[in-house]
C-alpha cells in the first residue's frame, strides 16, 4: 500500500508540472498574437479592405445569419453580413 501511495504521489507530481508548462505556452502565444494588428470589431468590409488590402482568400457567405471569413497571412477576421465579428492569428 505504501508504493501505491507513493506511485500516486509521483503520478500527481507529473500531472501538475504538465499543467504548467501547458500555461506558459498560452500566456506566450496570447501575447504574441496582441502584437498582431487586425481589424476590429464593428469594422466595415469596405474599411478593413481599405486598412488591410484585399485578402488572400475569402471563404462564405454561409448561414444565417450569413458568415463571411477574409483571410490575410497574419490573421483571419469574421463577418456578419458585412460587420466585422471577429478577428484572430491562427496558431
Excluded at 19 to 29: C, F, G, H, R
Excluded at 46 to 74: L, N, S
Amino acid at each position: 500500500m505504501r508504493h501505491f501511495r507513493t506511485l500516486l504521489a509521483a503520478l500527481g507530481l507529473l500531472a501538475g508540472s504538465q499543467v504548467a508548462i501547458a500555461d506558459t505556452l498560452v500566456v506566450e502565444s496570447v501575447q504574441q498574437s496582441a502584437s498582431v494588428e487586425r481589424p476590429v470589431r464593428g469594422m466595415t468590409m469596405d474599411a478593413v479592405r481599405a486598412r488591410f488590402g484585399d485578402p488572400v482568400e475569402q471563404r462564405g457567405p454561409v448561414g444565417d445569419p450569413p458568415i463571411t471569413r477574409w483571410i490575410y497571412p497574419g490573421f483571419v477576421t469574421y463577418f456578419e453580413y458585412d460587420r466585422v465579428i471577429h478577428s484572430v492569428v491562427p496558431h
